[in-house]
Each structure stands twice: as C-alpha cells, then as structure tokens.
C-alpha cells in the first residue's frame, strides 16, 4: 500500500493546479504531474468558469455584454478567477469583478465597468457619487448593450464627461467636453 | 419499500412557477446557497425567498440540500453555510437536509466547483467526525451524496462503495445516490457501475437525484440543464428493482434555475407528472 500525502498537502497542489498557480516539481508524486498535463483539469477550470460567467452575465448587465460583444469575457474573466479569491455570492463578486476591471483595464472595458459598479450602488439605494470622462459618447453604447446589439457605429467620437449620482434622477448625467457644453438626464431603463 | 415521493428543486422567485409545481410534486428541495445573499462577508437568507417557502412549508415537505458545507475541506467546514442552515431550521420544518461528499473551498478560497475526496483513512475519519457533529447540531437526518468526479483520482484505501458503506455505519447518515453522477463516472472513468451497486449496501440510500448535463470536451458534466433521459430513467428503474433499498424515499428531479425557462415550465411539469407514474405509482410500496 502507497503511503497517502496528508490532505492538507494534496487539497493545496489540487487547488494551485485549478488556479493555474502551481507546477508540480521533480519530487512530487507522479499523481501530480498527470493530473497538471490532463484534460480533466482542463474541465474543471472550464467549469468553475462557465458558473462564474454565468452569475456575471446575470449581475453586472452591461460589462458581460461589452466583454461578450468585444471577444473579452473568457480571457478577462478567467484571467480575473485565477488572480482573485471570489466569493460564493454573486453580490460580492459582482461589484468585486467590476471594480477589478475597473483598476485592471484600461479604455471603454474599463469605463463601462465603472459606470455599472456606479449604477449598481445606486441601484441599491448607496450613496454614491462619480465622474467619469468617456472617449466617446455614452448613448449609443449604452443603448447598444441594452439592446445587446453594440456595433462599431455605437461608439461616436467626441469626449464627454459623465456624472454619476444617487441625487441625480435618472442616476446620470452626460457633458460634452470638446464643443458647447450638452447636458442630458437618463431617459433610457437602466434598472439592472 | 415505502412509497417512493417525487421532488424537484427550487431556487425561489418564481411564485406562479412555485403554484404549478404544489400541485404535481410531494416535496420541494432547495440549496441554503441559493437562497442566499451576503453583504460584507455576512451571509444570509433571502426574506423575500423565505417569506415564499414558509408559506409553502404546511402544504409540501421542503428538503434541504447544500453545496457550500465543503465537507471535505481539511482546514474545516464553511460556518456561512451552517449560519444559513441554522436561519433556515428557524423558520421551516425541514424534513431532512443533504451535502456533497466533496470540498469546494481549500484555506478558504473558493475551488469554483466540488472536488470529490481521496478515499483514504485520514479522510474517513474526518469526514465521519464532522457527519457527527453536525447530526448533533441539527435534529433531522442528514444524507451525503455521491459528486462526479472530474479530477482523476488520488491512490485510495477503499472503493468508492466501501467508502460510502463505512460512512454510513460509522455515523448513521443515510445516501442519496445521484444515479445521473454513477452514469458520468462510467463514461468519464470507466466506473462500474453493476460492481458498484452490488458493493454498496443500498439500504442506506433514502433519495435519489436525477438530472442530464451535457458533453464538453468528450466529458459527461452534471450541470443540470435539460430533462432527463432514458438511460438515467432506466437506471433508476433498474436499482430500484435489483436492489430495492427498503429505506429509499424520494426521487428529485434536478434542474437548475438558470435553465428553467430553456425547457420550460410546462416541460418540466410534465417530466414530473411522467416521473410519478414511472416510480410513484408503480413503486413496490403502492402497487
């Protein structure tokens, strides 16, 4: 009979392997090289992605479908579940996610994340008070992902500055930067 | 045997859905995780999800049945988890409640997903002083049930039945035998599954789980998404007859929330009403 590697041991290489952080080394057991090179660690990364992805998809509305509509949401979400602890619940992930993205992105990935972990807090009845300068004018993006129809047509030049406030009806209000100063109340459903 | 009920799961915030369904199934089961919420690490219970069961709770039996105890864990099971449970017990007449036998947190952080145990000795003893534990704590039955195992699997002192038998003497906790689970461990690593039933002592099963998954990546996976099918259903049929587990229960119909409105609800409905005719009624206890 093998002598057994204590649990402790063997939960921790089998959780380094499914974070993607641990390479097995010379001494360890063969077990851990074969479970490293298999299809089944392939899977089962795969899976704990899909659930997470799936919880994303219903929470955080608008970032899922801009990442789903620029190719992004499996890289940046796994690249998101192998570098974070996440919680079991999805309104720690959520907001967890966004703000991650928010700090970890850069250009609209990042804007539209912040502008939903806003929309979400006030949503929530938070206070909650932002400015966020976009590269291109909101609406249309916003519109897009509603319709879950964004295309490059959605995204409009120009440099506008968006407030974002649990004081503001509508939760936020949008300046053009570049030309003669345009406010606008939300008119468009943004519960999520 | 006794009179085998029908069940299936509920993840409330369906209320219409929920009417359909008191009229078709004997019980609802229902997972702590899924009914909760957490703010700042603090996990708990859902009120608008509760109010929906303890209005349901003296017209149906409500089962409870988890996937964040982590069982298996060896730096200890998750206290959000016995924190919901105990928030439940509070509010609700639960008639038993269940676990995985697996783990799905390691120095608390979260797997993703359950990974079964080594079978070892080390294993047996923890996993049992934990199963006693809790059957202290809480004052209804409690089940383990067999996971898929994904990850291929660590050398073993026990057989997958023998570990399940000598859980089972050791603590007095009954099974339920997820028979779509045995079908995935035959495809996907070539389990036995007649070797298995014969190993184990059926006797101890007092629930099965049914549900379908889908194939990814050459693998059968059990996320339950779809109706069952007729080799899970003749499976079914086929331990009940051979083995007849004289303490065997309940039947529950798996499915998961997020795919309710892909199958439908008249669909499921339907697979419950052919469940009942398929076990309930022709079920040695009331034929």
Same mark, same amino acid.
């Given at each position: 009979m093998k002598n057994h590697l204590p649990l402790a041991d063997l939960q921790k290489k089998i959780l380094g392997l499914v974070k993607d952080n641990y390479l097995p080394e010379y001494g360890d057991e063969n077990y851990f090289h074969s479970v490293a090179k298999s299809s089944n660690l392939q899977l089962v990364r795969a899976i704990a992605l899909w659930w997470r992805q799936n919880h994303l998809e219903r929470y955080c509305f608008f970032t899922s479908r801009f990442l789903k509509a620029t190719g992004q949401m499996e890289t940046t979400t796994a690249r998101y579940f192998q570098a974070n602890n996440h919680s079991s619940f999805i309104e720690e992930i959520g907001p967890h996610f966004l703000s991650w993205l928010s700090k970890n992105t850069i250009g609209l990935t990042s804007i539209i994340a912040r502008f939903e972990l806003g929309m979400i807090a006030i949503n929530r009845n938070e206070a909650y008070e932002d400015e966020i300068v976009w590269p291109c004018d909101p609406f249309p993006i916003i519109y897009g992902l509603v319709q879950n129809? %964004?295309?490059?047509?959605?995204?409009?030049s120009g440099s506008f500055s968006m407030t974002l406030s649990d004081k503001i009806i509508g939760s936020f209000e949008v300046e053009e930067i570049t030309s003669i100063s345009l406010s606008a109340n939300s008119t468009l459903p943004l519960k999520i | 045997m006794k009179p085998i009920k029908i069940g299936t799961t509920y993840e409330g915030g369906r209320p219409d859905f929920l009417e359909k369904l008191l009229s078709v199934v004997d019980y609802l089961e229902f997972s702590p995780d899924s009914l909760a919420t957490s703010r700042k690490g603090v996990a708990s219970i859902n009120p608008e999800k509760l109010e929906e069961l303890k209005k349901v709770d003296d017209k149906i039996d409500l089962l409870v049945h988890g996937v964040? %105890?982590?069982?298996?864990s060896y730096d200890g099971v998750s206290k959000n988890y016995l924190n919901l449970l105990d928030e439940l017990l509070e509010n609700l007449c639960l008639k038993w409640h269940s676990e995985h %036998?697996? !783990?799905?947190?390691v120095d608390g952080v979260n797997l993703g997903t359950m990974v079964t145990l080594p079978r070892t000795i080390e294993t047996l003893a923890m996993v049992c002083d934990r199963i006693n534990k809790i059957q202290d704590r809480y004052n209804i039955p409690f089940l383990l049930e067999n996971v898929v195992s994904l990850i291929p699997e660590y050398h073993s002192n026990y057989s997958h039945a023998d570990f399940l038998n000598k859980i089972c003497e050791r603590t007095g906790c009954g099974l339920i035998l997820d028979i779509y689970n045995l079908e995935c461990d035959a495809f996907n690593h070539g389990l036995n599954i007649e070797l298995f039933l014969n190993e184990l002592n059926c006797n101890h099963i007092k629930e099965f789980h049914i549900a379908s998954g889908f194939m990814d990546s050459g693998f059968m996976t059990?996320?339950?998404?779809g109706l069952t099918s007729d080799t899970t259903l003749e499976l079914t049929q086929h331990v009940i007859e051979? !083995?007849?587990?004289?303490?065997l229960e309940a039947i529950t119909y798996e499915l998961l929330d997020e795919f309710v409105d892909r199958v439908g609800q008249e669909a499921i409905l339907n697979e419950l009403e052919k469940l009942k005719v398929l076990f309930y009624e022709k079920s040695p206890a009331t034929c």
């Amino acid at each position: 009979m093998k002598n057994h590697l204590p649990l402790a041991d063997l939960q921790k290489k089998i959780l380094g392997l499914v974070k993607d952080n641990y390479l097995p080394e010379y001494g360890d057991e063969n077990y851990f090289h074969s479970v490293a090179k298999s299809s089944n660690l392939q899977l089962v990364r795969a899976i704990a992605l899909w659930w997470r992805q799936n919880h994303l998809e219903r929470y955080c509305f608008f970032t899922s479908r801009f990442l789903k509509a620029t190719g992004q949401m499996e890289t940046t979400t796994a690249r998101y579940f192998q570098a974070n602890n996440h919680s079991s619940f999805i309104e720690e992930i959520g907001p967890h996610f966004l703000s991650w993205l928010s700090k970890n992105t850069i250009g609209l990935t990042s804007i539209i994340a912040r502008f939903e972990l806003g929309m979400i807090a006030i949503n929530r009845n938070e206070a909650y008070e932002d400015e966020i300068v976009w590269p291109c004018d909101p609406f249309p993006i916003i519109y897009g992902l509603v319709q879950n129809d %964004l295309s490059n047509e959605s995204i409009q030049s120009g440099s506008f500055s968006m407030t974002l406030s649990d004081k503001i009806i509508g939760s936020f209000e949008v300046e053009e930067i570049t030309s003669i100063s345009l406010s606008a109340n939300s008119t468009l459903p943004l519960k999520i | 045997m006794k009179p085998i009920k029908i069940g299936t799961t509920y993840e409330g915030g369906r209320p219409d859905f929920l009417e359909k369904l008191l009229s078709v199934v004997d019980y609802l089961e229902f997972s702590p995780d899924s009914l909760a919420t957490s703010r700042k690490g603090v996990a708990s219970i859902n009120p608008e999800k509760l109010e929906e069961l303890k209005k349901v709770d003296d017209k149906i039996d409500l089962l409870v049945h988890g996937v964040g %105890l982590s069982i298996g864990s060896y730096d200890g099971v998750s206290k959000n988890y016995l924190n919901l449970l105990d928030e439940l017990l509070e509010n609700l007449c639960l008639k038993w409640h269940s676990e995985h %036998l697996a !783990y799905i947190f390691v120095d608390g952080v979260n797997l993703g997903t359950m990974v079964t145990l080594p079978r070892t000795i080390e294993t047996l003893a923890m996993v049992c002083d934990r199963i006693n534990k809790i059957q202290d704590r809480y004052n209804i039955p409690f089940l383990l049930e067999n996971v898929v195992s994904l990850i291929p699997e660590y050398h073993s002192n026990y057989s997958h039945a023998d570990f399940l038998n000598k859980i089972c003497e050791r603590t007095g906790c009954g099974l339920i035998l997820d028979i779509y689970n045995l079908e995935c461990d035959a495809f996907n690593h070539g389990l036995n599954i007649e070797l298995f039933l014969n190993e184990l002592n059926c006797n101890h099963i007092k629930e099965f789980h049914i549900a379908s998954g889908f194939m990814d990546s050459g693998f059968m996976t059990d996320i339950h998404a779809g109706l069952t099918s007729d080799t899970t259903l003749e499976l079914t049929q086929h331990v009940i007859e051979r !083995y007849q587990p004289e303490n065997l229960e309940a039947i529950t119909y798996e499915l998961l929330d997020e795919f309710v409105d892909r199958v439908g609800q008249e669909a499921i409905l339907n697979e419950l009403e052919k469940l009942k005719v398929l076990f309930y009624e022709k079920s040695p206890a009331t034929c």
